[in-house]
C-alpha cells in the first residue's frame, strides 16, 4: 500500500477518533516529516524526537531491530493503537496489546468496515492484508 494510501486511511480514521498526539514508528525522517504535514495540526513525535541528543545517539548506535523494541514497548503502552494490517509489526503490537487486558485472546472482537480490519477498543488495524492469517484474531501472543 502506497504512503499517500496509508495516509489518506489514518486521516479517515484521525476523523472519527481525534487524539491529542501522534508517536509514529518509524526510521525514515523524511516519511515521519511528510507524515506530519498530512496529520497537522496534531503533533507528531517519534523515538528519536523524544530523547535527549545522548540518548539519540545511542540509539543510533544500536541495530534496526534494537531500534525497533523501543518503539514496540512505546506502542504497547500507548492509549490507543492504529496501525496497518499489511505490518506484522502492526498485527503483533494489536495482538499482544489485546492479551495483556482483561479481554484476552480469546473474546470476541469487531470488523467494522472496509478500510478498519480489526477493532477492539484499544488498537486499530486499518487497511486489507495480502495474508489472510495475518490477523490479530490468529496470533497467540
Not at 46 to 69: H, I, N, R, V, Y
Not at 128 to 138: G, M, N
Request: charged share 20%; aromatic share 10%.
Amino acid at each position: 500500500m502506497s504512503f499517500e494510501d496509508q495516509v489518506k486511511m489514518y486521516q479517515k480514521y484521525l476523523a472519527r477518533q481525534p487524539v491529542p498526539a501522534i508517536y509514529i514508528a518509524s526510521g525514515n525522517l523524511t516519511s515521519i516529516e511528510m507524515f506530519a504535514k498530512k496529520v497537522a495540526p496534531i503533533p507528531v513525535v517519534d523515538k528519536f524526537s523524544l530523547l535527549s541528543p545522548e540518548d539519540t545517539a545511542l540509539l543510533k548506535s544500536m541495530t534496526w531491530d534494537q531500534q525497533g523494541q523501543l518503539d514496540y514497548m512505546v506502542l504497547t503502552r500507548a492509549s490507543l493503537y492504529l496501525g496497518m494490517a499489511d505490518s506484522l509489526f502492526s498485527v503483533n503490537i494489536a495482538s499482544s496489546r489485546r492479551a495483556a487486558t482483561n479481554i484476552g485472546t480469546c473474546s470476541e472482537y469487531s470488523e467494522p468496515g472496509k478500510d478498519i480490519t480489526y477493532e477492539d477498543g484499544m488498537s486499530v488495524v486499518v487497511g486489507r492484508s495480502r495474508a489472510p492469517a495475518q490477523h490479530p484474531s490468529y496470533f497467540w501472543p
